[in-house]
């Protein structure tokens, strides 16, 4: 599939995850079998891009990243709510 990139697909069998991005030096996707004989042509395509769209953003280096990187309780996006700021009580 050309999706502008210059992306290898590789085809797994046995227990695969169905459809996977794996890797973060040269990102790969990994398509089980049961996948390619359950998905239409076209569903198979759109979910080949949305993979690529993975790829293409660097998700799997930002998962490694903030794996490992420590974030303070007040610090992480979860904790802000709003536009207001919290303090600490006490």
């Known amino acids: ?9 590789f085809r797994a069998q046995r227990e695969a995850p169905p ?9 790969r996707v990994l398509v089980s079998e049961s996948t390619v004989a359950l998905l ?4 198979l395509q759109i979910a080949l ?4 769209a ?11 990243i903030f794996r490992f990187l420590p974030l303070s309780r007040y610090g992480h996006p979860r904790n802000r709510v ?6 600490r009580s006490g």
């Open 82 to 87: 709003g536009t207001g700021r919290r303090t």
């Open 19 to 27: 459809l996977t991005l794996v890797g973060v030096r040269k990102p």
């Open 1 to 9: 599939m050309d999706a502008g990139s210059r992306t290898v697909t």
């Open 40 to 43: 239409s042509p076209e569903e």
């Open 54 to 64: 993975h790829m293409q953003s660097c998700d799997n280096l930002k998962k490694l």
């Open 49 to 52: 891009k949305h993979e690529i």
